[in-house]
């Protein structure tokens, strides 16, 4: 079975620091890894999509890396402002349908 | 907006109902998702169709009936629900084989059974 671990689970920061969050699977053979934001009771946005060719992709303040013959991806966001506050979940995709996610790193960054 | 709809947004139902989950997408994708997320648990595959053909069931109980009249629509049906299925339901939907296969999420629809 796949699995997508996320680390830290919750992380608390002071505005304008930099952050890191954490992806790793199991299976390094993805098609392609993809990061999303949820606000609480919401659905999810798509954040950034990198294919498996590519090592890192970048829109504004967020960069995500991939590093598959590690199992890993990480997420970084520069600057961090308020309105970054929420869940951020890294979904694995494989050849076929399913999209494989972990539980998410709940991010609070403090005024 | 991402383009994918789901409606109602809230559902309160008892067990003892009956009741549908509508998902729309205006993104002219050929495949949709429908998940299941728990509190502190990833989120759960439920059906995937793709090209209106059901093509993942995973192991879900059949008081879930899904249905997909054509590409653009997918629909959850329920009944005889218990309260453990109470949780937030996503529709997603995606374009597949093609080599940027993104998948755009819905608001979801918060569930309640009492």
């Known amino acids: 079975k796949q699995e997508v671990t996320q680390i830290p689970a919750a992380l608390s920061v002071p505005e304008g620091e930099n952050l890191v969050l954490n992806c790793s699977f199991t299976?390094?053979?993805?098609?392609?890894l993809q990061w999303f934001r949820q606000d609480p009771g919401k659905g999810l946005t798509s954040l950034l999509l990198i294919q498996s060719s590519q090592r890192e992709q970048t829109s504004g303040r967020l960069n995500a890396s991939l590093d598959k013959s590690s199992g890993r991806s990480t997420l970084y966001i520069a600057a961090s402002q308020p309105g970054d506050s929420a869940t951020y979940l890294c979904a694995v995709k494989y050849t076929g349908n399913q999209f494989y996610f972990g539980t998410g790193t709940s991010l609070t960054v403090i005024p | 907006e991402t383009g994918v709809t789901q409606t109602p947004r809230h559902l309160v139902m008892g067990m003892t109902n009956k009741k549908s989950l509508k998902c729309e997408q205006h993104?002219?994708?050929?495949?949709m998702y429908w998940y299941k997320q728990s509190a502190k648990k990833p989120l759960e595959l439920m059906f995937v169709y793709n090209f209106k053909e059901q093509t993942e069931n995973n192991s879900v109980p059949s008081r879930f009936s899904p249905e997909c009249p054509n590409s653009s629509h997918l629909f959850l049906h329920l009944h005889t629900l218990q309260p453990e299925d109470s949780a937030l339901y996503l529709c997603?939907?995606?374009?597949?084989?093609?080599?940027?296969?993104?998948?755009?999420f819905g608001q979801g629809t918060r569930l309640t059974v009492v």
């Open positions: 299976d390094s053979a993805i098609y392609n």
């Open positions: 993104l002219g994708h050929n495949a």
């Open positions: 997603a939907s995606s374009q597949e084989r093609q080599p940027h296969t993104e998948a755009f």
